[in-house]
């Protein structure tokens, strides 16, 4: 009991389907769901455009059909990935995730015709219908949809690559998740030898003992060492869907689609990671000085996460729940409305137990206008802020409720905004109330490994991904080429910092293996300044704030990111001068913590 609430750490899913993978109301939804689907695809396939402003209701009463469906698939799939994160030891989950990947890649198939048949009017035409009051708030994600279909291939093509996706693409990401269920990483415990599942061998690394993290770090090498050719060849097969599906679009970059889906300009990116690349030097010092505050010569990948000095005493559950409800207030009504509803309606999965998935999540259902948050809370300050981090995931969904559901499809990188402004809001604050210096210091290095993390690490994935798909175009990668790709990498983006790095951190990231969106990486980092941008504004406008912080949330589905930016910011996005004054915040951070520990 919490100041007169109850905040769980388990979730309810049995609210949305009761009696989880054996529950037969989740079958009949996907029973349901099938129905409704092939239904929706019957409409769309009969209907014959008439390249008339008239058939503006006809769009519309498709667009509203297509509505129910999306929400019924976005439904099952929310809580096939609850059941999988919460025990990956859940046999029937896979088969459950199937025909839920079968339900997309019909609906898709639909969306395919429809979009091709956008492409059939007129450009005034389709102008003149967009215009029509029904679809006015969909312009932007209506045109979109018709641009990018023209960009891509035939309908009858396009529609046997989604077909033949099911098994030859989304079935490899399938199988990375098998794989990783099965792997336990051997740890000795005092005289006691463990296996722990990836999600606990993962929070080790943050241990202040440095023979627990180096113990933990050779024994997940030797886990995922033993499954590097599965995962190897997982990876070498989704690339070359993805490559052979771009070749035949005649796509010759890689990025095409990763920016197309972040609604971003290549000028946008590529401006970012330059001022980045510019600015390593501050968090080289700060890698180097944390190195000499632990009693080494230089830091080795497990020593990343390590805490310098000590905070008093572990946090628990409640108390991180609290803390973030407090801070919250002092930002917005509607922010702690949402995250005490997350913690006191069972929307949270944060009990640490064997078996759970490793990470930290956000998803939503839909047809509950429910969010539920996973991750394994351990009781370290950085488990407070990933709590915040998905919070704000939930907010930025809850915000935008009321939107179209069209107009509620927002882009990773964007999405990435939302859960960093609210972690930046705890991670300030427990830097602010540090009891003591040296705890001041322990909080303002923790919030520092965000930068390192968002700045150095996801830069070596951008790196390593990039390099690896050049490569990938000429055959198949192997094993050992794949370990050189992503040390090469991290020594690039780590500025040469560390005396030991992860070469198969390739097969330890989910990321790279994600089929829903392609380059699961740069948006992170865009999020991240981006947010700071938005954080130093809040700072700046003080109270009151948060109505126009919903304001540019809510249109973060209908719009560029450079439009975004422009309209609720006033800032350019090609240009250097926002994206310097971002990570200035960042160096600001090490600098103090350059100065208080001199």
Not at 50 to 59: A, E, L, Y
Not at 61 to 84: D, P, T, Y
Not at 231 to 237: F, Q, R
Not at 537 to 546: I, N, R, S, T
Request: with cysteine; net charge negative; hydrophobic share 40%.
């Amino acid at each position: 009991m919490t100041k007169g609430s109850t905040f769980y750490d388990v979730w309810d899913l049995d609210v949305f389907f009761p009696g989880g993978s054996s529950s037969q109301a989740f079958l009949n939804h996907l029973h349901n769901s099938k129905e409704i689907v092939e239904e929706f695809q019957c409409k769309v396939i009969s209907w014959e455009p008439s390249n008339k402003v008239t058939d503006q209701d006809h769009i519309a009463n498709l667009i509203e059909a297509f509505q129910g469906v999306a929400k019924k698939i976005r439904q099952a799939g929310a809580f096939v990935s609850c059941l999988h994160a919460q025990n990956t030891n859940d046999k029937k989950v896979g088969a459950l995730r199937g025909q839920v990947t079968e339900l997309s890649a019909s609906l898709q198939n639909a969306l395919t015709v429809f979009d091709q048949k956008l492409t059939t009017y007129d450009e005034q035409i389709w102008k003149e219908i967009l215009k029509e009051e029904v679809l006015d708030e969909l312009q932007f994600v209506l045109d979109e949809r018709r641009l990018n279909a023209l960009e891509k291939l035939s309908q009858e093509e396009e529609t046997i690559i989604n077909a033949l996706s099911i098994d030859g693409y989304h079935g490899w990401g399938q199988l990375y998740d098998t794989i990783v269920g099965t792997i336990k990483v051997p740890f000795k415990d005092g005289s006691e030898m463990k296996e722990l599942s990836v999600g606990q061998a993962s929070n080790k690394f943050s241990n202040p003992d440095r023979l627990v993290r180096k113990a933990v770090f050779q024994g997940w090498e030797e886990s995922w060492s033993e499954k590097a050719e599965y995962l190897s060849k997982t990876l070498n097969h989704l690339a070359g869907f993805r490559l052979n599906m771009y070749k035949l679009r005649g796509w010759e970059d890689v990025l095409k689609e990763p920016l197309q889906i972040n609604r971003m300009q290549k000028q946008t990116l590529d401006t970012m990671w330059q001022v980045i690349s510019d600015a390593k030097a501050p968090f080289v010092t700060f890698l180097e000085r944390k190195a000499k505050l632990l009693g080494v010569d230089k830091l080795s990948w497990y020593d990343l996460d390590a805490p310098i000095g000590q905070v008093e005493s572990k946090v628990t559950y409640d108390e991180g729940a609290d803390f973030i409800i407090e801070h919250f207030s002092r930002f917005g009504k509607e922010m702690t409305r949402f995250a005490r509803k997350a913690f006191e309606q069972k929307w949270i999965e944060a009990e640490d137990r064997p078996g759970k998935a490793p990470g930290g999540f956000h998803t939503f259902f839909p047809e509950s206008s429910q969010s539920r948050i996973f991750m394994t809370f351990s009781g370290t300050p950085s488990n407070v802020s990933t709590l915040a981090h998905e919070l704000g995931h939930g907010f930025h969904t809850y915000a935008m409720r009321d939107q179209h559901y069209l107009n509620r499809n927002y882009a990773m990188n964007v999405a990435e905004t939302a859960s960093t402004f609210a972690e930046m809001i705890v991670a300030d604050a427990s830097v602010k109330q540090a009891k003591n210096p040296v705890e001041k210091v322990a909080l303002l290095e923790d919030k520092i490994q965000r930068s390192v993390a968002l700045l150095m690490n996801i830069h070596s994935r951008f790196l390593f991904e990039t390099r690896f798909y050049e490569e990938r175009k000429n055959g198949v990668v192997g094993t050992d080429r794949l370990n050189e790709l992503m040390k090469e990498a991290q020594q690039e983006a780590y500025g040469g910092a560390l005396a030991e790095y992860h070469p198969l951190f390739w097969a330890s990231k989910l990321h790279f293996f994600i089929t829903g969106v392609p380059f699961y990486n740069f948006p992170y980092t865009f999020g991240y300044l981006f947010s700071l941008g938005i954080y130093a504004k809040a700072q700046e406008e003080g109270e009151g704030y948060e109505e126009k912080y919903i304001a540019l949330l809510k249109d973060t589905a209908s719009m560029t990111v450079e439009e975004l930016a422009s309209k609720h910011l006033n800032v350019d996005l090609t240009q250097p001068d926002f994206w310097q004054k971002a990570v200035q915040q960042c160096i600001a951070d090490v600098e103090e913590f350059l100065s208080l520990t001199e």
